[in-house]
Each structure stands twice: as structure tokens, then as C-alpha cells.
């Protein structure tokens, strides 16, 4: 991807029962993922527990009864600003931002939004992606190594990865692990995985990694 001066960020956003944001979100490629309890958008979908919904338009949201913690990913412009919702009962907080290097508007891109589960012990053995995303732990604890590091994650943290540096990933060994994911993927991979494995050995390998996928829809340039 050629740089075009993008960045992809991901918000929480903390909802009452029955809150509702003053004013809309502006235009931008987005995805809201309720993390916990359910929100409705102003265009009528509903989104429960472990629910995702996409769009590019403005939107507005409306908490549900259980009230919402709506995780959300925005591809931006790498000169905005992160859009903190207001109203009453509700708060709004910056999780991560990571500068990109794409995607070029000429060519066709889609943003996706998916859940990778391991059980007790998991790993995702060393491997890339064919584009770049911000993932948030959801539930258990990971470790990440890439690039000569290892990163420790807990619930609610949030990590980039740009898609071409070997990842390898080695989950809790004593509870179950996910984590929720929002990727920019060329539009050829729209059903398709994004994984390639660094070591050829390692291609037919039994893989412990379980895949739950909520959106995977064209960016609207």
C-alpha cells in the first residue's frame, strides 16, 4: 500500500441505559462492536452483546436497557483529530492509534472485522498478515512477539500490527483467550484469511486459533 496519509484508531465508548450521543458520528469508515450489553444506530440495526455493525456514514447510537460498551475502529484522515462522542451518560476514551501505510485510493480495499479464539495454551505460530489492523483483547491474556520484542496484554488493552512483521502469539495457559479485531485488507481476501505462515513446515500444522467473523465490507473511499 502506497501511503496515503491514513490512520486506523480504535475509541470505547460507555453508554448509560437508554444514553444516546448529542450529535452523530461524522462520516468515516467505522466499525462498533458492543463489547457489553446492546445499542441500536439511528438507521434501525440492533447490536447485542458480541454484535458488530459497519458503515460509512454519519451515525448516531442509543444504549439499550443493560446499557453499552461499544468498541469502535475509524479509518481517518492522519491529520484528524479522535471524535469523543458526548451526552449524558456517556463517556468517551482513545484506546490506540497507529499511522498507516495505505490504502491507496485507486485500488479496492476492505475493512474487516472478526474475533480469533484460542483455548488454554493457544498459540498462532510465527506468521504475517496482508495488511495492517488494531486488535483488543477481550478475554484471557496474550503474549506477542514480533520485531525482537514480547508484549504482555490483559482484557481492554489494544495492540497494532502492520500486517508484514512475523507475529507469534502465545495465549493464557489458564483460561481461554480472545481477542476482537478490525484489519485493512486488499478486496480480494473478502472471505478469505489474511494469514500466511513464515515457515513452510508450519502450513499443515494442526492450528488451535478459532476464527468468528462479523463484518467484511468494501472502504468507501
Not at 459497519?54 to 468498541?71: F, N, Q
Not at 520484542?149 to 500490527?161: D, I, M, R, V
Not at 476482537?180 to 513452510?200: D, F, H, N, T
Request: a negative charge; charged letters at 25%.
Amino acid at each position: 500500500m502506497s501511503a496515503t496519509g491514513y490512520v486506523l484508531r480504535q475509541m470505547i465508548d460507555r453508554l448509560e441505559p437508554g444514553a444516546t450521543y448529542f450529535e452523530p458520528l461524522p462520516a468515516l469508515n467505522r466499525v462498533l462492536y458492543c463489547h457489553r450489553g446492546g445499542f441500536q444506530t439511528d438507521d434501525g440495526s440492533e447490536c447485542a452483546d458480541d454484535a458488530a455493525w459497519y458503515g460509512a456514514g454519519p451515525v448516531r447510537i442509543t444504549a439499550g436497557a443493560d446499557g453499552a460498551v461499544v468498541w469502535r475502529w475509524e479509518l481517518a484522515p492522519e491529520d484528524s483529530e479522535a471524535v469523543r462522542v458526548r451526552g449524558t451518560g456517556v463517556s468517551s476514551s482513545e484506546n490506540l492509534t497507529a499511522p498507516l501505510d495505505g490504502p491507496d485510493p485507486a485500488e479496492s480495499w476492505i475493512m474487516r472485522c472478526d474475533s480469533v479464539k484460542f483455548p488454554i495454551g493457544g498459540t498462532a505460530l510465527l506468521h504475517t498478515h496482508q495488511g495492517p489492523g488494531i486488535r483488543c483483547l477481550r478475554q484471557g491474556q496474550i503474549r506477542i512477539d514480533t520485531r525482537g520484542k514480547s508484549h504482555h496484554y490483559l482484557p481492554g488493552q489494544a495492540w497494532f500490527e502492520p500486517g508484514p512483521e512475523p507475529v507469534f502469539a502465545q495465549a493464557s495457559e489458564l483460561e481461554c483467550t480472545r481477542f476482537i479485531r478490525v484489519m485493512i485488507l486488499p478486496a480480494e481476501l473478502r472471505g478469505k484469511s489474511s494469514i500466511q505462515y513464515v515457515k513452510p513446515e508450519d502450513h499443515e500444522k494442526p492450528k488451535s486459533q478459532r476464527y468468528t467473523g462479523y463484518v467484511d465490507e468494501p472502504i468507501e473511499h
